[in-house]
């Protein structure tokens, strides 16, 4: 009587191999889209709690306080790219950096990810007075993927200082207004 043989054969094993790659291959577009829709909802919560923050560090304070793009967390960009973070700071003398280093009330860094984050270009920086009003004109801070080139959508403040989500269609969305 032979014995029986254990195992897999060369035929079973690549015929294995192939269904896995064959599902990976589905599998990793819809992971990327996956990952690129988290870092947008984190991208949304972190401007909206950075804002609410700084509004109730103006009300709270009594002070005018701004927020603004900042890449080293010490001082604000003078451009319009949000992409590596902003810091919230006292500003009393409506300058576009803070006048001292106390006056920074605190900073957030952000990683580098598949989310760019520009102002519009009527207003790059955010700055609530102590009623809480953020006067002038709305704010927008849009937010796009950057390997697919389209907004995902945007963080609004009104000139009263509430912040609002502006979502599109994520079906076909448009492309982004700033990414080449």
């Not at 889209?33 to 304070?61: C, D, I, K, N, P």
């Not at 890449?71 to 950096?97: E, F, H, I, K, N």
């Not at 609002?164 to 700033?178: G, I, K, L």
């Amino acid at each position: 009587m032979r014995a029986q043989r254990r195992g897999f054969t060369l035929v079973e094993l690549v015929l294995v191999l192939l269904l896995l790659a064959l599902l990976l291959a589905v599998a990793a577009p819809s992971l990327s889209l996956l990952r690129e829709r988290m870092a947008t909802l984190q991208a949304f919560h972190a401007l909206t709690a950075g804002l609410a923050q700084a509004r109730m560090a103006a009300v709270a304070l009594g002070r005018p306080v701004t927020l603004c793009p900042s890449a080293d967390g010490r001082s604000c960009r003078g451009d319009l790219v949000w992409d590596a973070g902003w810091l919230v700071y006292v500003d009393a003398t409506r300058s576009p950096q803070p006048a001292k280093d106390e006056d920074v009330l605190w900073t957030e860094a952000l990683a580098p990810g598949p989310v760019a984050i520009r102002a519009t270009p009527g207003r790059h920086r955010v700055r609530y007075q102590p009623t809480g009003m953020s006067g002038g004109n709305n704010a927008s801070l849009r937010l796009c993927s950057r390997k697919r080139a389209v907004h995902l959508g945007s963080v609004v403040v009104n000139i009263a200082g509430r912040v609002r989500h502006a979502r599109v269609s994520r079906v076909d969305p448009p492309p982004c207004p700033f990414l080449p």
